[in-house]
């Protein structure tokens, strides 16, 4: 469910909403919402996608759009 309201139910949990552009073109190839939940004993995150992230999975340079998502999820402490 990417459906923004879907973190309003999990209480314990933060939302963010995560958006890829292509720098070429300036085209939105990609959206996410990300839901983050403390780890228990440590300082971490989970970061949970639900259905996601939406993006063509096909594309030939698919690695291109999910390392900025990845560097992104551990700043955020996931």
Same mark, same amino acid.
């Given at each position: &469910?990417?459906?923004?309201?879907?973190?309003?139910?999990?209480? =314990?949990?933060?939302? =963010?909403?995560?958006?890829?552009?292509?720098?070429?073109?300036?085209?939105?190839? +990609?959206? +996410?919402?990300?839901?983050?939940?403390?780890?228990?004993?440590?300082?971490?995150?989970?970061?949970?996608?639900?259905? +996601?992230?939406?993006?063509?999975?096909?594309?030939?340079?698919?690695?291109?759009? &999910? =390392?900025? &998502?990845?560097?992104?999820?551990?700043?955020? +402490?996931?």
């Amino acid at each position: &469910m990417q459906v923004p309201a879907w973190a309003d139910v999990k209480a =314990e949990w933060r939302s =963010e909403n995560l958006g890829w552009f292509d720098d070429r073109t300036g085209q939105l190839v +990609g959206v +996410g919402l990300v839901l983050y939940r403390q780890l228990p004993k440590i300082k971490r995150y989970l970061a949970y996608l639900p259905e +996601g992230p939406v993006i063509n999975w096909f594309a030939p340079n698919l690695q291109e759009w &999910m =390392e900025p &998502m990845l560097a992104h999820l551990k700043q955020q +402490g996931a």
